[in-house]
């Protein structure tokens, strides 16, 4: 098993520019989470996906962040437009039902 | 969810067991305790979880209070790979209705000396 798969590892950016990051999630589980790293504030859940609908979207920052899972193997996190302050690590995690959540290695954002 | 209070630092020995406390006093009948690790510059990783028995696996055992107000994670035999953050966290459980939130907190730092 890949595990929870995600890309980029590293991204850098030009303040105002449109930034997608990328999961893969773990074959068959049904949740999808997306957390957002910084020193500041720590480890955030953003949204979470059931069966591919969002459930719960109460922690994206601002309408700049949107999230999408057209299916069970993908989803995406967009930035639009990226400021300084959306740097950080976004780690997307996956889960069976409720249990134990895979974290995948995060994507390293910063925003120049 | 409830709230949990744990020591932001702690050190332990190579080879010995380590330790991590977790105060949750305001723990619900229905609520789990979890604990899940972060070694630097990776994801969180999930260790171990209870909800009034002591548990145990391949990484770690889980001591819960009788009255569930505080929770021990014990490392029997630490290595210097186990040197990381180590959260722990309180929440419903799967069929209690909450959908699988995980609050993280701050943590505790463990650091595994030679």
């Known amino acids: 098993d890949a595990g929870v798969i995600q890309s980029p590892r590293h991204e850098v950016t030009e303040m105002g520019q449109e930034v997608t990051l990328r999961c893969k999630p773990i074959?068959?589980?049904?949740?999808l989470f997306w957390y957002r790293q910084t020193m500041m504030r720590g480890l955030e859940l953003l949204i979470y996906?059931?069966?591919?609908?969002?459930?719960?979207d109460s922690g994206m920052p601002e309408d700049r962040f949107s999230a999408k899972m057209p299916n069970a193997s993908f989803s995406t996190l967009k930035i639009q437009p990226s400021e300084p302050r959306d740097s950080a690590v976004y780690f997307c995690?996956?889960?069976?039902?409720?249990?134990?959540?895979?974290f995948g290695p995060g994507t390293r954002l910063t925003v120049l | 969810d409830a709230k949990t209070t744990q020591p932001p630092s702690m050190d332990c020995a190579e080879g010995r067991a380590a330790n991590l406390p977790c105060n949750h006093s305001?723990?619900?009948?229905?609520?789990?305790v979890y604990w899940y690790r972060q070694i630097h510059s990776q994801g969180p990783q999930y260790i171990i979880h209870?909800?009034?028995n002591n548990e145990t696996n391949e990484m770690a055992s889980l001591i819960i209070t009788e009255d569930r107000k505080s929770s021990t994670l014990i490392l029997p035999h630490a290595t210097l790979r186990d040197t990381a953050v180590y959260y722990c966290?309180?929440?419903?459980?799967?069929?209690?209705?909450?959908?699988?939130?995980?609050?993280f907190g701050q943590g505790t730092t463990l650091q595994v000396k030679p």
């Open positions: 305001t723990i619900s009948g229905n609520e789990y």
């Open positions: 995690a996956s889960s069976l039902g409720g249990g134990q959540q895979f």
């Open positions: 074959s068959g589980h049904d949740y």
């Open positions: 209870g909800l009034k």
């Open positions: 996906f059931n069966n591919n609908v969002p459930i719960d």
């Open positions: 966290i309180v929440r419903v459980g799967f069929w209690g209705g909450n959908t699988g939130k995980l609050i």
